[in-house]
């Protein structure tokens, strides 16, 4: 791997997990459907963007209902239980939960 490809993914490392001290810090005072709001509204202009710049064609009238309902089932669901989780734990509790996630995606895909 290249030098170049170490620093992303500690770049990438790095706003992961400094997310969910935002998170705890914004929960109490954005709401908990507030701070998901935001998280979801980043990462949604984070993403148009990117296809705009690699000029992707989202197909938004064909697609927006499996749009809908793959961001509500994969990113809106859990940002609110984070947030929700946010008023009540501490912030490396949040970032070792998440960091189970895909222990419990192989656990779940496995039964």
Do not use: C, E
């Not at 170049?4 to 810090?25: D, E, V």
């Not at 809908?68 to 669901?77: E, P, W």
Request: proline letters at 4%.
């Amino acid at each position: 791997m290249k030098l170049i490809h170490w620093i992303i993914l500690i770049f990438l490392s790095i706003i992961s997990g400094s997310s969910f001290i935002f998170t705890r810090t914004l929960a109490p005072v954005l709401g908990v459907i507030g701070t998901a709001d935001f998280r979801l509204f980043l990462a949604g202009i984070s993403l148009v963007i990117y296809a705009i710049l690699i000029k992707f064609d989202l197909q938004w009238k064909q697609n927006w209902k499996l749009y809908f309902g793959i961001g509500i089932v994969n990113s809106g669901l859990p940002f609110l239980f984070y947030s929700f989780s946010a008023l009540h734990l501490p912030a490396a509790y949040l970032a070792i939960i998440n960091a189970s996630s895909p222990l419990f995606g192989a656990l779940f895909s496995a039964i």
